[in-house]
């Protein structure tokens, strides 16, 4: 099951990504389809065929996005999360090798683009949370097992 977490940056996001895509997007494509249509013959006409499926797109992900909106929770910082890895924090862990990781700690809606971010679902994130700095977590994944120390934690206030 996926939690339906994110912070408020994620939120204001996915909020401008509905909005550009409803007033700026949608009606681009919509006129593009409309012209494309009045010069003829729609099956063999790439602009109609490839701004009608653009245009499907868009709504998809509109219809998506406003879903997937009501049932999100923002989970803001509190002063209880300091010292301890939770949600929205910046982590930086470290394995045997002295090879070092920094990432967020996010929602699932929030991942995408964004290398430094992993979802708390994540089995790396399963491992981490409610350790402190100096804590070794073990990560089983599907294909390895890795043991990594907690180095820093830190949150946007």
């Known amino acids: 099951m996926k939690t339906l977490w994110i912070t408020a940056e994620g939120l204001e996001k996915l909020k401008a990504e509905l909005d550009h895509l409803w007033k700026v997007e949608r009606p681009e494509t919509t006129q593009k389809v409309a012209w494309a249509a009045s010069l003829g013959d729609r099956s063999e006409n790439a602009d ?34 300091e010292g301890k890895v939770m949600f929205g924090a910046w982590v930086e862990i470290e394995n ?49 097992q890795m043991t990594w120390r907690i ?7």
Do not use: C, W
Request: proline share 4%; charged share 35%; glycine share 4%.
């Open 48 to 81: 109609y065929t490839y701004n009608k499926k653009r245009l499907r797109e868009i709504d998809r992900r509109v219809h998506y996005l406003r879903k997937m909106l009501d049932n999100l929770k923002v989970i803001p910082y509190t002063p209880y999360q």
């Open 151 to 157: 180095v820093k934690i830190e949150y946007e206030k």
């Open 96 to 144: 045997a090798k002295k090879q070092k990781i920094r990432f967020r700690i996010v929602g699932g809606e929030e991942i995408f683009e964004r290398r430094d971010y992993i979802s708390i679902d994540s089995p790396m994130a399963q491992a981490l949370l409610k350790k402190e700095v100096g804590e070794e977590a073990v990560v089983q994944t599907p294909t390895m």
